[in-house]
């Protein structure tokens, strides 16, 4: 039986990762400290037998007995509110964590798949980012402090692909959504959605013209079982190129809760990106994936479980 170990297993994407290498025949490994993933995502598999969980922070050097064939880096802060109260510990996870980990595909000899974001493009001067785009990043503004660790954690995880071999995938993930999701997280669905059940304003962050592009999280765990499968090694955006302005995905949270909540607006924070939509040719072309579920169906699930969770 091959063994995944998925750091930040408790979190977000990486609980859903733990689903799916289980459901593939994996014995899955899942590793976090939990300052900001949950024992509520995983408790499914407490009693798997093929599933076990290590609290621990991947800013210190782990130790695994047995072996290891895909090491799955997703331990990090991955939302503004999260890495503006987490500075520090965003930095470490993205530099000594992303060590840490390599280190141990390395002496294992695992495959090794790292989760970076469509935020190493910063506030984008191309439209759609495409891979081969460097960026526009403000690396001392208060969202540095996650842009530069993801660039850092790209730029360790290629030196350890080119000096000592390793088999390593980067994946770039624009905007992800789902049930899960914490709903202080602070992102704008979660944000909308809780707002709009509450019967609150929804709080728009600027005019509303800013744009995002929105990927259901089956779609995107999908794609991560291709790239990590594949024989890929340069970076690859995984997203939904379906764009929309933020006041376009209020108003479909609106439709779908039912809430007659006002839309209001706020000063946009520093550095906050105007445009983001991912360029998928190279996940189309190489890894023969492109999402599947559409907003309206995605929104539908997430706010069924917000409903069973607020």
């Given at each position: 039986?091959?063994?995944?170990?998925?750091?930040?297993?408790?979190?977000?994407?990486?609980?859903?990762?733990?689903?799916?290498?289980?459901?593939?025949?994996?014995?899955?490994?899942?590793?976090?400290?939990?300052?900001?993933?949950?024992v509520e995502n995983i408790d499914r598999h407490a009693k798997d037998k093929?599933?076990?969980?290590?609290?621990?922070?991947?800013?210190?050097?782990?130790?695994?007995?047995?072996?290891?064939?895909?090491?799955?880096?997703?331990?990090?802060?991955?939302?503004?509110?999260?890495?503006?109260?987490?500075?520090?510990?965003?930095?470490?996870?993205?530099?000594?964590?992303?060590?840490?980990?390599?280190?141990?595909?390395?002496?294992?000899?695992?495959?090794?798949?790292?989760?970076?974001?469509?935020?190493?493009?910063?506030?984008?001067?191309?439209?759609?980012?495409?891979?081969?785009?460097?960026?526009?990043?403000?690396?001392?503004g208060p969202r540095g402090v996650y842009d530069e660790a993801k660039r850092f954690a790209e730029a360790i995880v290629m030196a350890y692909h080119r000096v000592h071999k390793l088999d390593t995938k980067i994946v770039r993930i624009f905007n992800t959504y789902g049930p899960r999701m914490r709903i202080m997280d602070g992102r704008?669905?979660?944000?909308?959605?809780?707002q709009a059940l509450r019967g609150e304003p929804i709080t728009i962050y600027g005019?509303?013209?800013?744009?995002?592009?929105?990927?259901?999280?089956?779609?995107?765990?999908?794609?991560?079982?291709?790239?990590?499968?594949?024989?890929?090694?340069?970076?690859?955006?995984?997203?939904?190129?379906?764009?929309?302005?933020?006041?376009?995905?209020?108003?479909?949270?609106k439709k779908v809760t039912g809430s007659k909540s006002k839309i209001v607006y706020r000063p946009l924070p520093k550095d906050d990106p105007k445009k983001r939509q991912p360029d998928i040719t190279q996940a189309r072309n190489k890894l023969k994936w492109q999402p599947k579920v559409g907003l309206k169906a995605g929104l539908a699930q997430t706010v069924e479980w917000f409903r069973e969770h607020i």
């Open positions: 039986m091959r063994t995944a170990l998925i750091t930040g297993g408790a979190g977000f994407i990486g609980s859903y990762l733990c689903d799916l290498f289980l459901e593939k025949g994996f014995r899955v490994i899942c590793v976090d400290n939990l300052i900001t993933g949950s093929n599933f076990k969980f290590i609290k621990h922070n991947i800013t210190l050097p782990l130790r695994i007995k047995e072996s290891v064939d895909m090491i799955l880096h997703f331990a990090s802060p991955a939302s503004p509110v999260d890495y503006l109260n987490f500075p520090i510990q965003t930095l470490k996870v993205g530099s000594l964590g992303t060590h840490n980990a390599l280190g141990l595909a390395k002496a294992k000899e695992a495959r090794f798949l790292l989760a970076s974001t469509s935020e190493v493009y910063g506030d984008p001067l191309i439209h759609p980012q495409t891979e081969d785009y460097w960026g526009n990043v403000n690396p001392v704008a669905i979660p944000n909308f959605i809780a005019d509303g013209s800013q744009t995002r592009s929105f990927c259901y999280v089956s779609d995107l765990v999908a794609g991560l079982y291709k790239l990590i499968n594949s024989g890929l090694h340069d970076p690859v955006n995984v997203g939904n190129p379906v764009e929309m302005t933020l006041k376009e995905l209020a108003i479909a949270i």
